[in-house]
């Protein structure tokens, strides 16, 4: 019981993030995981991977209803990252926990960063209210999408973070998707990329506590939809930099528990 009540907090949070953002959510909840539940990095990291495949799941879903997935763009980003993520995901149970936190507390940082001080992107002169990429999607270069998912679904494996605060950048800027398709996009690259990671994870003997996962993924979950209908009503650059401000801080304290 003294777990529910945080559990339920983190999940609504990270659902939130989500859901109104396409990513930010899972660097989120494996310090939430770790410091406030209990776990340890190599099953917070496998526990975050089962929230955020649940998670992005019911996001894409609330995306698809309006429209705003791109499924042939965000195919090819999740396709190149499958096969890396399987292997990092086998491969991050070998590493020690303390080279692990410490990984994902720079990683945080960086998402943090792009958070608060996300980059201007390039308008299409067809429509100037809608943010895109300097060039159309039919020439994209297919090589720079192909590597770029690579290093998703290694990031995604070895971490269990769902990297959507990369794959929006990525979706805007290589592939020229509109701001509003890249955050519904970015979630079907997370589903897929977290969910090729997790199926490798869970061949290995791992200890998961289900009476605080069940309530924290029942969270997000809600969460998820209130982070899409938030994001309608709410500038996103002001909600990048809430949820970046507190990502900043908990990494900072990830880094120096790593260190120290």
């Not at 090819?76 to 149970?93: E, N, Q, R, T, Y």
């Not at 794959?167 to 805007?172: E, F, G, S, Y």
């Not at 996009?185 to 605080?212: F, G, K």
């Amino acid at each position: 019981m003294t777990t529910l009540i945080p559990a339920l907090v983190a999940g609504a949070v990270v659902g939130s993030a989500l859901g109104g953002l396409g990513g930010g959510g899972s660097v989120l909840a494996v310090p939430a995981l770790i410091y406030l539940l209990g776990f340890t990095p190599a099953a917070a990291t496998t526990a975050a991977l089962l929230i955020v495949v649940a998670t992005s799941l019911t996001g894409l879903v609330a995306h698809a209803r309006d429209g705003h997935v791109r499924w042939r763009t965000g195919g090819l980003l999740a396709m190149a990252g499958i096969v890396p993520a399987a292997v990092s995901g086998a491969l991050s149970v070998r590493i020690p926990a303390g080279v692990l936190t410490a990984a994902f507390a720079v990683l945080a940082v960086v998402a943090a960063v792009r958070m608060i001080r996300p980059r201007a992107p390039v308008r299409c002169e067809a429509a100037p209210a809608e943010p895109c990429a300097a060039g159309p999607a039919d020439r994209t270069d297919a090589g720079r999408a192909v590597r770029a998912g690579a290093g998703l679904g290694t990031v995604t494996g070895l971490l269990g973070v769902g990297g959507g605060f990369l794959v929006v950048p990525a979706l805007v800027t290589v592939l020229a998707v509109p701001m509003t398709a890249a955050v519904g996009t970015s979630l079907l690259v997370i589903a897929v990329n977290s969910t090729a990671a997790l199926a490798t994870r869970l061949t290995t003997p791992t200890s998961l506590d289900w009476a605080v996962i069940a309530p924290f993924t029942a969270a997000a979950v809600l969460g998820a939809w209130d982070g899409k209908r938030l994001a309608s009503k709410v500038s996103t650059v002001a909600l990048q930099r809430i949820f970046g401000a507190s990502l900043l801080a908990v990494a900072l304290f990830m880094l120096v528990d790593a260190v120290v």
